[in-house]
């Protein structure tokens, strides 16, 4: 069963950082590319950022410069730097890979920013 689980969400105060990880199970995604998403109360899944296989990223302009997305693919896992943090960033934070076919969803992990 393929699976992605997210950890590492909490509370913190704004300026604050996080570190988020997202630790795949049931098949190897290290040739693949993986990210986050986010969604805010009240609002839509947004793009978050992305990690190609051999480590060349993508960001949203909201996070472009606190956000730093990693992988390491001999554990299967890829991470999110999460640094100056703001109230805006509060959400539920997605972990995604996109192998051949469906993009694969986690569960979700709660980031909340208090000012």
């Known amino acids: 069963q393929v699976q992605l689980v997210e950890s590492g969400g909490g509370l913190v105060q704004a300026g604050g950082s996080l570190r988020l990880s997202c630790a795949a199970s049931g098949r190897t995604f290290s040739r693949y590319p993986m990210g986050w998403f986010r969604q805010a109360p009240g609002k839509e899944r947004e793009f978050v950022g992305i990690?190609?296989?051999?480590?060349?990223?993508g960001y949203a302009d909201s996070v472009k410069g606190r956000f730093t997305i990693s992988r390491d693919n001999a554990k299967n896992t890829v991470y999110l730097q999460m640094n100056s943090l703001k109230p805006e960033d509060t959400a539920v934070y997605y972990c995604v890979a996109d192998p051949p076919g469906p993009r694969i969803w986690g569960q979700g992990t709660q980031v909340t920013v208090s000012s």
């Open positions: 990690i190609g296989w051999s480590g060349d990223a």
